[in-house]
């Protein structure tokens, strides 16, 4: 009851950080976040799950025709990945993994809601240089700093961490 409590918890502070990011003009991918933090820490369907809500509700609130629910399937292989083989300790591999996860996220959504600037100008996809670099930097060091957050609350909780560590161990 408490990790699910948790989860709901987590999902509503996401949903208010991107809202809070995109009114700086900035993508953060919130939704794509929470699925990889809890497939990463509990397992895939909470991840799947989570971020599927999360992402009806960004979309809600952004009033998008598209959606960006197949990233979360594809994110939940990844984040698999991450549990099983992943160095889920350090930061410097979030961040990497943050700035890849955020600009797939902006690029798909991008793509998919202007679809059709795109195909008639192309140059003026440029101009929107400045929202890519701000949505991969701010994924990029948000995402290590929210793990770093939850894992802490999540410590002192006694529930899983995204930082435990990973079940295959590297020998050097």
């Not at 509990?42 to 960006?68: K, Q």
Request: some cysteine; overall charge positive.
């Amino acid at each position: 009851m408490v990790s699910i409590t948790w989860i709901f918890i987590v999902s509503i502070i996401t949903v208010f950080i991107e809202l809070t990011w995109s009114n700086l003009g900035v993508m953060f991918s919130g939704a794509l976040f929470l699925c990889f933090y809890f497939t990463v820490a509990y397992g895939t369907m909470s991840g799947l799950i989570s971020g599927a809500v999360v992402c009806i509700a960004i979309e809600f609130f952004f009033n998008r025709n598209t959606t960006a629910l197949p990233l979360l399937i594809l994110l939940v292989f990844y984040g698999r990945t991450w549990r099983n083989l992943g160095d889920r300790r350090s930061a410097i591999p979030q961040c990497f993994s943050g700035g890849i996860i955020g600009l797939i996220y902006y690029l798909y959504t991008f793509y998919l809601e202007n679809v059709s600037i795109i195909i008639d100008s192309f140059p003026h996809v440029f101009l929107k240089l400045f929202p890519l670099i701000a949505t991969l930097v701010t994924s990029a060091f948000m995402y290590p700093l929210l793990i770093y957050i939850f894992d802490k609350i999540s410590l002192s909780l006694g529930l899983n961490t995204f930082s435990m560590q990973s079940r295959i161990q590297y020998k050097l």
